[in-house]
């Protein structure tokens, strides 16, 4: 399965652990397209998203329309995980550049990438 970052996607999450999102919902795959291509690596990346609006770079804003999300959405970056790609229900669309690169500054920042102390 070839599965671009930035691609929305359905997946089912559960089952699951004390906070962390559950059910099948939309989420976002981030990583590369070439891993999540290659059968050698059952796994994909993804940032599930919410209806509930959330502050700050951890959750950036993710706009309906050709990203199959429909209504304003917000990406959990706090809850980044790798899931089997068998989760994987449907595609829905992808988002927007402007939106990718928001969502990796929140990752920046949540996985300690910046060069900044």
């Not at 068998?86 to 990752?107: H, S, Y």
């Amino acid at each position: 399965m070839i599965v671009d970052r930035g691609t929305v996607v359905l997946v089912e999450l559960d089952p699951t652990v004390g906070h962390e999102q559950r059910g099948t919902r939309p989420c976002v795959a981030v990583s590369d397209p070439a891993v999540n291509a290659d059968q050698r690596f059952p796994l994909i990346a993804i940032v599930p998203v919410t209806g509930t609006p959330g502050e700050g770079a951890l959750y950036p804003e993710l706009s309906p329309g050709k990203s199959g999300l429909t209504k304003t959405s917000y990406a959990l970056v706090d809850h980044l995980r790798s899931v089997d790609k068998r989760r994987i229900r449907r595609v829905f669309g992808r988002i927007a550049k402007d939106e990718i690169l928001a969502l990796d500054q929140g990752l920046e920042l949540f996985l300690g990438l910046t060069s900044e102390p």
